[in-house]
């Protein structure tokens, strides 16, 4: 399930009231732009012709009090963008003010994938289910470098910082499935950390919680994660690296560079991951692959392992993502 | 025009065995000289100028390379041209090449090293060697920059936001932030020198209400210069330092805090919009009153402006951080204080149009330089205050809008005031004229393959497209498409006075001392003035400007 | 605009003229405006870092707290005086060159740039003391004496910044001035160059004055 639009679109989809208050400041403010700056295009255009050289043309300046007029041109037009500074100002303060009764999401940004924790446990990567009707914080943290998260149906984004939590809340009243994405630039894979918001009725939302969200998920995060640290530059069926191709690997028998032969199981998996140099070379192929140890968390191992489990029913095409 | 039509071989003949100098036939300083070490080792104001010119040159087209990449790259959303990597270097070196390296020194170091000393009456700055070496610290920055780039590259974005920077980036951040840091004190001396030049070397009679707005803008901007970027050496050497040796400043392991960096960075980075911004807005202060023969409209309040801008924009920085966990109170009053800074500068557009009413309009190539930059200047003002008003920017912050945004600050802004004025000066620069047809074609193309590249921008960043993605969701393909189809048009334009230019050297006409019958001390002088600028002392006009169609002034009893 | 009175001169002192300016005049001004707007700018380079310094001090009062106790007090303290006491010859240098005493100048020269050396050796000494007390926390193979405060050794490290660069510049200014010290003992220095000597002077006053600065920031408020 993935949002689809069409091919050209020229206005985003919002799915809150302040999304749709934001849209309504944004369309005032160019209407001001329009009124502040075509004057100007057709003015020296105009002019530009008018009174070219070689055309005959009244040259004669009429006596223009040009302290008053240049006072006005500045004050006019910085008193109507006021306008535009308290509007905004104020949607500002009612989205730094969450209601007392938000159900408060946690999100965690790290190279290149975000985490998503419902308040009853379950959790996501990159992709987010969340009820509307119901005022909903997320607080948010990153494990390593500032990313951000943006959501833009619903018209906010906030920073996620190594040292300090960040919030931003929101009350959703559309259902829908809708991009988000990292909007702070993170490194080398800063494009593909983005995923989709679901938002959903508060029934769908407690079957989903239920039923679909541990299990539907564990796989997909798995992939997350097997993108997230770059395990398919080596080992995609595409990949230039030479180094054992993953999809279906689970089950199978391995033959090793010692001669000896083992099952590809879950223990032989996680081991090859967290100590990789350890004495069960697969045969024919080099010692390159770093440890892993202290780098992955052991939920993420375990999500990763399920993934590459999973992997062995679809076999090749998934691996190519 | 010289009064023989004989085409003469330029450089060639022009040896030292050369009579007196007289007024139309002086020894100019381009051939007062002509040994390479004459070159290396000039102070002549004009001279450094020169090199300064085709340095940045030179940069001005690596950058437009990566630029072409990306948006080569863009052309399909899943990244099937670039890898995310190398995307993200072209990008970075996109931004760290034509900020760093063209942006900041384009106007000033060129125009203002040539022009200011002429344009008050002087021989030369106040400390030429100084000036000498301000183009090669220039020349050492920027071979650090190089070394990096030629090494693999960089990743982080011109900003070198911390820890990506200090701790995770894999790439060449090291060389590029001495670079960088180098540069800065080039950007100081060449302040500095400005300033006193301004100060002390005016010529009797050029009272400060005399300046053309050039000067001023100048002035303005080497007040920045000087006070804003002694911060970001700071910020750099301590990032240089945590990158280097872990020192902590920037980490929060040992207590130190990563936006701090994002503070002392955009204390001197707001400002140096304005070391961009306002010597382009000096350049169309001439170029306009010349071409449309009538007199700088408000010419006071361009001056005080000018300087005003230079000192609210110090106060604005945190308009970078809405969304980066910054008080909200601070947000509050930083949104407010980029109002107050933002409007009165995107109004100056309106000096300008003033001064097209009723004047005598000749569109040649600076003056259509001008009028486009009128036009997206303004635009380009005005988007600044959508992303200033907050709940706007929770919205389009570091999306596609905001890069449209600063492009139409700075390329339909500073890269149009600095072709306009290439144009306008080129002929006193060099002594040629140029082929004027072309100036106009490659003009237009200029004009319309921009807006075709980044008017699609701002609606892809309405739409929710973050910046610095290599790969993106196909429903925006067909604009990114649009802009890189305008980018090809805007490439073609960038290339026409590369060629007819340089062309022109040669082949040129040869220039009269004031081809546009513009005011101004340096249009007294021969085309190419000679190594001392004046051959006697410049008598100083009464009023600047002082063009044939003068706006009655009710409003002097006042003054 | 007010330009200040020129101090009175000897007979013979005095600033040949460079050909781009108008008058001598003009050249002494553009000299000094240019190294007061140097003055500014290395000004603002330093007070980012104690800024930054404040601000460290104001997030983890104790850990900064702890640290500065081990800093040497009392070599700070010193060194302060042997700065003030190089302003003072530096100042009674330009008064002789004013007088036309080329001897005494000298001599009042290199008196300053021995106490300048003073500094960067007490300085030096500093430095091997916090070496041996296992103060130097960017040294990967010394561990680190106050590892248990994390944030002490961000102070320390600023420490080593601020005191570098001020070194530094310390450093540059000794060497620009035996440089000057060698040129000024030639015969007819001051009638041509009597300026350098005021110019340089502002230059060493600033070094004085950043340390005065550091001093209190790093030593002595936080104890």
Redesign the interface.
């Known amino acids: 399930m993935s949002p689809h639009q069409s091919a050209l679109e020229l206005w985003p989809a919002s799915a809150s009231a302040v999304a749709v208050e934001t849209d309504y400041l944004i369309l005032a403010f160019t209407v001001l732009t329009l009124v502040l700056t075509v004057p100007v295009f057709l003015g020296i255009t105009y002019f530009a012709i008018r009174y070219r050289d070689g055309v005959e043309a009244d040259r004669d300046t009429s006596g223009l009090r040009s302290n008053l007029i240049e006072i006005s041109w500045m004050l006019i037009p910085f008193l109507l963008t006021l306008i535009f500074f308290a509007w905004g100002a104020r949607l500002f303060i009612i989205s730094k003010n969450p209601p007392a009764d938000t159900m408060v999401i946690e999100a965690i940004g790290r190279q290149w994938m975000w985490k998503f924790q419902h308040p009853t446990g379950q959790s996501e990567i990159n992709d987010l289910h969340l009820p509307v009707g119901q005022p909903i914080k997320i607080r948010i943290i990153s494990q390593d470098v500032i990313h951000a998260l943006y959501l833009p149906a619903l018209r906010v984004q906030m920073a996620a910082l190594p040292d300090r939590y960040t919030e931003l809340w929101f009350k959703a009243d559309r259902t829908g499935t809708f991009r988000l994405y990292c909007s702070e630039y993170c490194g080398s894979d800063h494009s593909v950390m983005d995923g989709n918001l679901t938002l959903m009725t508060q029934s769908d939302y407690q079957h989903w919680l239920t039923h679909s969200g541990a299990q539907i998920t564990a796989v997909a995060a798995g992939r997350a994660i097997y993108n997230a640290y770059g395990c398919g530059a080596c080992h995609d069926a595409r990949a230039q690296v030479k180094a054992p191709k993953l999809a279906g690997l689970f089950g199978r028998p391995v033959k090793l560079a010692d001669g000896r032969t083992v099952t590809a199981d879950e223990n032989y998996l996680r081991e090859k991951i967290l100590n990789p140099n350890g004495n069960r070379l697969a045969e024919g192929y080099k010692q390159i692959m770093p440890s892993f140890a202290g780098v992955i968390p052991a939920d993420d191992l375990g999500r990763l392992i399920d993934y590459l489990k999973a992997d062995t029913q679809t076999a090749d095409g998934e691996a190519t993502r | 025009m010289s009064g023989t039509s004989a085409i003469e071989s330029g450089f060639a003949e022009r040896e030292p065995h050369i009579p007196e100098p007289t007024l139309d036939r002086p020894i100019d300083y381009l051939h007062a000289q002509s040994t390479l070490r004459s070159w290396f080792l000039a102070t002549d104001h004009k001279r450094i100028a020169i090199l300064y010119l085709a340095s940045i040159t030179a940069f001005f087209i690596i950058g437009a390379v990566a630029a072409g990449i990306v948006r080569l790259a863009l052309v399909v959303p899943d990244?099937a041209i670039l890898t995310?990597?190398t995307?993200?270097k072209a990008f970075t070196i996109h931004g760290v090449v034509m900020v760093w390296f063209f942006l900041i020194p384009s106007i000033p170091a060129t125009f203002g090293n040539f022009l200011i000393p002429l344009m008050i009456g002087?021989?030369?700055l106040?400390?030429?060697k100084l000036n000498l070496t301000s183009w090669y610290i220039f020349m050492a920055g920027a071979l650090f920059t190089m070394v990096s780039v030629v090494l693999g590259g960089v990743?982080t974005?011109w900003?070198f936001?911390a820890?990506?920077s200090t701790?995770?980036?894999n790439s060449w951040v090291l060389p590029a932030l001495i670079g960088v840091t180098i540069v800065g004190f080039s950007s100081?001396l060449t302040?500095?020198?400005f300033?006193?030049?301004i100060?002390?070397?005016r010529?009797p009679g050029m009272t400060w209400f005399r300046l053309p707005i050039f000067v001023w803008a100048h002035y303005a901007t080497s007040l920045i210069f000087?006070?804003a970027?002694?911060?970001i050496?700071?910020?750099l050497?301590?990032l240089i330092?945590e990158r280097a040796?872990?020192?902590?400043?920037f980490d929060?392991?040992?207590?130190?805090?990563?936006?701090?960096f994002q503070h002392?960075f955009w204390f001197y980075s707001h400002p140096a919009v304005y070391i961009m911004v306002l010597p382009g807005m000096g350049v169309i202060s001439e170029i306009v009153p010349a071409f449309?023969?009538k007199k700088l409209?408000?010419y006071r309040?361009v001056a005080y402006a000018s300087i005003g801008l230079a000192s609210v924009t110090f106060f604005v920085w945190g308009h970078h951080m809405f969304?980066?966990?910054q008080s909200?109170l601070a947000?509050?009053a930083f949104?407010?204080l980029s109002?107050?800074v933002a409007?009165?500068s995107?109004?100056k557009?309106?000096?300008?149009?003033?001064t097209?009413?009723?004047?005598?309009?000749?569109?040649d190539t600076p003056m259509l330089y001008a009028?486009g930059y009128?036009?997206l200047f303004?635009?380009g003002g005005?988007?600044g205050?959508?992303l200033?008003?907050?709940?706007?920017?929770?919205?389009i912050?570091?999306?596609y809008f905001v890069v449209a945004h600063f492009h139409y600050i700075m390329v339909g802004g500073t890269v149009l005031a600095f072709l306009g004025g290439l144009h306008f000066w080129w002929p006193k620069f060099t002594g040629r004229m140029y082929n004027e047809a072309w100036g106009r074609i490659s003009a237009l193309f200029i004009f319309i393959g921009f807006n075709v590249t980044f008017f699609p921008q701002f609606?892809l960043g309405?739409?929710?497209m973050?910046?610095?993605?290599?790969?993106?969701?196909p429903?925006f393909?067909?604009?990114n498409v649009l802009s890189s189809a305008g980018a090809t048009i805007l490439a073609a334009g960038y290339l026409f006075p590369m060629v007819y230019l340089l062309y022109s050297l040669w082949f040129g006409r040869r220039a009269p001392a004031n081809p546009w019958d513009a005011k101004g001390l340096e249009w007294e002088t021969a085309s190419p003035p000679p190594p001392?600028n004046f051959l006697s002392l410049p008598e100083v006009p009464r009023v600047p400007y002082d063009y044939p169609?003068?706006?009655?002034?009710?409003?002097r009893q006042?003054t | 605009m007010s330009r200040e009175a020129e101090p009175p001169m000897a007979p013979g002192v005095g600033v040949a003229r460079v050909e781009h300016f108008a008058t001598v005049e003009q050249q002494r001004h553009a000299a000094v405006l240019g190294i007061w707007a140097w003055l500014v700018t290395e000004l603002l380079l330093f007070s980012a870092l104690f800024l930054v310094a404040l601000v460290l001090r104001l997030q983890h009062p104790e850990a900064v707290k702890a640290a500065a106790l081990h800093l040497k007090f009392w070599i700070g303290a010193v060194n302060t005086v042997v700065l003030i006491c190089s302003s003072l010859t530096m100042s009674m240098a330009i008064a002789f060159s004013r007088m036309g005493w080329q001897r005494a100048m000298v001599r009042a020269m290199l008196a300053t740039a021995a106490l300048g050396s003073l500094f960067l050796v007490l300085k030096g000494y500093e430095y091997y003391a916090d070496y041996e007390e296992h103060m130097m926390p960017f040294l990967a193979l010394r561990p680190y004496a106050l590892a248990e405060t994390p944030a002490s050794r961000l102070f320390v490290n600023l420490y080593y910044v601020a005191t570098s660069l001020h070194g530094l510049h310390l450093f540059t200014g000794i060497s620009i001035l035996l440089g000057m010290t060698w040129m000024a003992a030639k015969p007819g220095f001051l009638a041509r160059h009597q300026n350098w000597i005021e110019v340089y002077g502002l230059y060493w006053h600033f070094i004085d004055l950043i340390w005065i600065l550091a001093f209190p920031i790093l030593y002595v408020v936080n104890r």
Not at chain 2, 252 to 259: F, I, L, Q, S
Not at chain 2, 349 to 354: C, G, I, K, P, S
Not at chain 2, 466 to 473: I, L, M, S
């Open positions: 990244g995310n990597d995307y993200n002087a021989k030369d106040a400390f030429p990743d974005g900003t936001y820890p990506l701790a995770f980036s100081i302040g500095l020198n300033v006193v030049t100060h002390t070397m010529t000087l006070l970027t002694p911060v050496t700071t910020a050497i301590l330092l040796f872990h020192i902590g400043v929060p392991a040992y207590g130190g805090d990563p936006v701090l002392l449309a023969q409209f408000g309040f969304v980066n966990g909200d947000s509050l949104s407010a109002f107050a409007v009165p995107a109004v557009v309106y000096n300008w149009t003033a097209i009413h009723k004047g005598r309009i000749r569109l009028m009128i036009g303004v635009l005005l988007t205050l959508y200033a008003t907050l709940a706007i920017n929770q919205h912050h570091a999306t609606i309405y739409l929710g973050p910046r610095r993605y290599g790969t993106y969701p429903e393909q067909l604009l001392h169609i003068q706006e009655r002034e009710s409003g006042h």
